[in-house]
């Protein structure tokens, strides 16, 4: 698939199948906007068929603009199921957005289950803190989104059984 070019309803539509998509959040006047289009551009072909890439023109969607708080642009938002996961603001080398792509594409969400084993500690949080985007707390579970594989082996070098 292309690049898209979103209006509410698109965007909307996209949103909900819950793919992972990067938003380039510009306006044409905008200079620096114009010198990352090119960048966005690439990635959409590059990134066919693993992410959904799109641009919102604020000028022309100002709605979406407001509800993702975008306050400057560039502002390029990447969401999976349906949420906001990253942001990134300002003009950035391609392989700002290469990384985060990369990194969502093979993210995993993994659950600790410390019922009869250890506690969540500081230690563990600090030991992947760079990988991880959000955890939940729940009880004697912890539900981790989007981690990698190498801070999920390490999860599971440190406290056991990890459930995928």
Same mark, same amino acid.
Request: charge should be negative; charged fraction near 25%; proline fraction near 2%.
């Given at each position: 698939?292309?690049?898209?070019?979103?209006?509410?309803?698109?965007?909307?539509?996209?949103?909900?199948?819950?793919k992972?998509?990067?938003?380039?959040?510009?306006?044409?006047?905008?200079?620096?906007?114009?010198?990352?289009?090119?960048?966005?551009?690439?990635?959409?072909?590059?990134?066919?068929?693993?992410?959904?890439?799109?641009?919102?023109?604020?000028?022309?969607?100002?709605?979406? !603009?407001? +509800?993702?708080?975008? /306050?400057?642009?560039?502002?390029?938002?990447?969401?999976?199921?349906?949420?906001? @996961? $990253? #942001? =990134?603001?300002?003009?950035m080398?391609?392989?700002?957005?290469?990384?985060a792509?990369?990194?969502?594409?093979?993210?995993?969400?993994?659950?600790?289950?410390?019922?009869?084993?250890?506690?969540?500690?500081?230690?563990?949080?600090? !030991?992947? +803190?760079?990988?991880? /985007?959000?955890?939940?707390?729940?009880?004697?579970?912890?539900?981790?989104?989007? @981690? $990698? #594989? =190498?801070?999920?082996?390490?999860?599971?070098?440190?406290?056991?059984e990890?459930?995928?």
């Open positions: 698939m292309a690049l898209q070019h979103y209006n509410k309803e698109s965007f909307d539509k996209s949103l909900n199948e819950g992972l998509m990067m938003v380039d959040f510009w306006a044409n006047w905008c200079g620096p906007c114009r010198m990352l289009g090119p960048v966005i551009e690439q990635l959409a072909g590059q990134y066919e068929g693993k992410a959904e890439i799109g641009k919102v023109d604020v000028d022309e969607q100002g709605e979406l !603009a407001m +509800r993702y708080g975008v /306050m400057s642009i560039p502002t390029v938002i990447f969401f999976k199921d349906g949420k906001e @996961i $990253d #942001r =990134k603001v300002g003009v080398p391609a392989g700002a957005f290469t990384q792509l990369d990194f969502h594409n093979n993210a995993r969400t993994v659950i600790l289950d410390f019922t009869n084993a250890r506690i969540w500690d500081e230690s563990a949080a600090t !030991a992947i +803190r760079g990988a991880i /985007m959000h955890f939940e707390n729940n009880g004697n579970q912890v539900q981790i989104a989007d @981690i $990698d #594989r =190498k801070s999920c082996d390490l999860l599971q070098h440190l406290y056991g990890v459930e995928f």
